[in-house]
């Protein structure tokens, strides 16, 4: 019972201070400026990790109105003959990154679950079909919320071309959105709360 008090403090003494932060942005920007200014840092900090030749996977979380973001990567090294992966979480605040944190696989259990699991994450269905007014208003409620791209490399086994020919193995980069609700978001929360415990500041060996 105590420990859940504890945790309800600070996690709303942490949303306090967040309030705080973001107010004092717009105290000193404008909506757009903090918009694009969050925009450009995640813009960058992606940049710089599909760069890296050890990141695998790439996930970023931007809130509608710069209330922080998160970007959350993947990263793999060999040790011997065997892959060992991390989780990286950098976040921050428009123009302003916390220092990075890290998981490990080799102490965490939870860094090998969300590479299971990440397989499951489905894409939005196309709907082109006329929508009601109350449907439109629904949709529009759910897309003003919280951004999540997620950017990976893809393999389809097989896949068969305009001229019938069958090729195998056919590899390339992946980039899939989602929003409030959708199956990407339930992945990046159920993933960070697994992670939660796991996080430090050093690095894994390179």
């Not at 921050?92 to 890290?102: F, V």
């Amino acid at each position: 019972m105590k420990r859940a008090i504890a945790l309800l403090l600070a996690t709303l003494i942490s949303s306090c201070a967040a309030q705080g932060r973001t107010i004092d942005y717009y105290r000193r920007f404008s909506a757009e400026q903090v918009e694009q200014m969050q925009r450009e840092m995640v813009a960058s900090l992606i940049a710089d990790l599909q760069r890296s030749p050890g990141s695998a996977l790439i996930v970023a979380v931007e809130p509608t109105g710069g209330f922080g973001w998160q970007v959350l990567s993947l990263h793999r090294r060999m040790v011997g003959n065997d892959w060992v992966y991390a989780m990286r979480l950098n976040q921050g605040w428009p123009d302003l990154p916390d220092p990075p944190r890290w998981a490990d696989a080799s102490s965490c259990p939870a860094v090998s679950e969300a590479l299971k699991t990440v397989e499951q994450i489905s894409a939005p269905r196309v709907n082109f079909r006329p929508r009601d007014p109350k449907e439109e208003e629904r949709l529009m409620n759910t897309f003003d919320g919280t951004s999540y791209r997620l950017f990976a490399y893809g393999r389809t086994p097989y896949i068969r071309d305009a001229e019938g020919w069958l090729w195998e193995d056919v590899s390339g980069p992946v980039e899939l959105k989602g929003a409030n609700g959708s199956s990407l978001e339930r992945w990046t929360k159920e993933t960070l709360t697994a992670l939660a415990p796991c996080w430090t500041s050093e690095g894994p060996p390179t």
